[in-house]
C-alpha cells in the first residue's frame, strides 16, 4: 500500500541532544512537509521541500534540520536549539508544489518527549 | 494577517443529533479549502476540499461543507452523528494560487459524542 511511514512512533530525548525524525513516502510525491502540533495551536509548518535536494524554511524553523538528498525521504532533525520540542510531528506530502486538484497526505506522527 | 480560525475549541453532541463546525479565514483572494480530522495520537485523513465550482462539497463519511464568500466560511456538517465520529477537525487552508500542501491549519475542535 502506497503512504508515508514515519518512525519512531515514540522519541524520548535527553536535555542537549540531537534527534531525527524519518518520514518515507511511496507515493512518488514531489512535495513534502514537516508540521508541529501543540494542543488548541493547530499545526505549524517547520520545513517543506518542494523537490527532490531542494527545502524552504517554514514557519518555526529555528532549532530544526532537514536534508532532501531522496525523493521518498524527508528527515528531520531537531537540534539541542529547540528550546521546546516535546510536540507531535507530522509529516506531510504532496503530488507536486503546485499541481491542481491534489492534498497533502500525512503519516502517523511521530510524539517527541524530551526527558 | 491571514488566519484561519475555528471559534469552538470543543464541542459535545449526542448520538444521532446534527453537526456543524465552524470556520472562517480572512485571505485577500479565495483559498482552497480542506477540512481533514484526526484520532487521538494519529495522523489527519482528509474529508474534503473546495477549490472551485459547486460551493456544497461533499465527504468521506457523511461529511458535507458549504463554502460561503460573502462570509469567509467553511463550516463543516453532518446531519447524524455517530459515536465513531469523535475525533479533533481541523479546517485548513490554502491561498490560491500557491501549494496546495503548504497549509495554514485553525486550532482545531475537539468532538465528544455522548450515547
Known amino acids: 500500500d502506497g503512504g508515508i511511514t514515519q518512525s519512531p512512533k515514540y522519541l524520548f530525548r535527553k536535555e542537549g541532544q540531537n534527534v531525527t525524525l524519518s518520514c518515507e513516502q511511496n507515493?512518488?510525491?514531489?512535495?513534502m512537509y514537516w508540521y508541529r502540533q501543540d494542543p488548541g495551536q493547530g499545526l505549524r509548518l517547520i520545513y517543506y521541500?518542494?523537490?527532490?535536494?531542494?527545502?524552504q524554511k517554514g514557519d518555526i524553523a529555528e532549532g530544526y534540520s532537514v536534508s532532501r538528498e531522496k525523493k521518498e525521504s524527508f528527515p528531520l532533525t531537531v537540534t539541542s536549539a529547540q528550546k521546546n520540542p516535546t510536540a507531535f510531528y507530522l509529516c506531510?506530502?504532496?503530488?507536486?508544489?503546485?499541481?491542481?486538484?491534489?492534498?497533502?497526505?500525512f503519516g502517523q506522527g511521530t510524539r517527541l518527549t524530551v526527558v | 494577517a491571514q488566519s484561519v480560525t475555528q471559534p469552538d475549541i470543543h464541542i459535545t453532541v449526542s448520538e444521532g443529533a446534527s453537526l456543524e463546525l465552524r470556520c472562517n479565514y480572512s485571505?485577500?483572494?479565495?483559498?482552497?479549502l480542506f477540512w481533514y480530522v484526526q484520532s487521538p495520537g494519529q495522523g489527519l485523513q482528509l474529508l474534503l476540499k473546495?477549490?472551485?465550482?459547486?460551493?456544497l462539497v461533499q465527504g468521506i463519511k457523511g461529511f458535507e461543507a458549504e463554502f460561503k464568500r460573502s462570509q469567509s466560511s467553511f463550516n463543516l456538517r453532518k446531519p447524524s452523528v455517530h459515536w465513531s465520529d469523535a475525533a479533533e477537525y481541523f479546517c485548513?487552508?490554502?491561498?490560491?494560487?500557491?501549494?496546495?500542501?503548504?497549509?495554514?491549519f485553525g486550532q482545531g475542535t475537539i468532538l465528544t459524542v455522548h450515547p
Open positions: 506531510a506530502s504532496s503530488i507536486t508544489w503546485t499541481a491542481s486538484n491534489t492534498e497533502a497526505f
Open positions: 485548513a487552508v490554502v491561498p490560491g494560487g500557491t501549494s496546495y500542501g503548504k497549509l495554514t
Open positions: 521541500s518542494q523537490i527532490v535536494n531542494d527545502f
Open positions: 507515493l512518488n510525491h514531489d512535495a
Open positions: 485571505y485577500g483572494a479565495t483559498p482552497y
Open positions: 473546495y477549490f472551485s465550482g459547486d460551493t
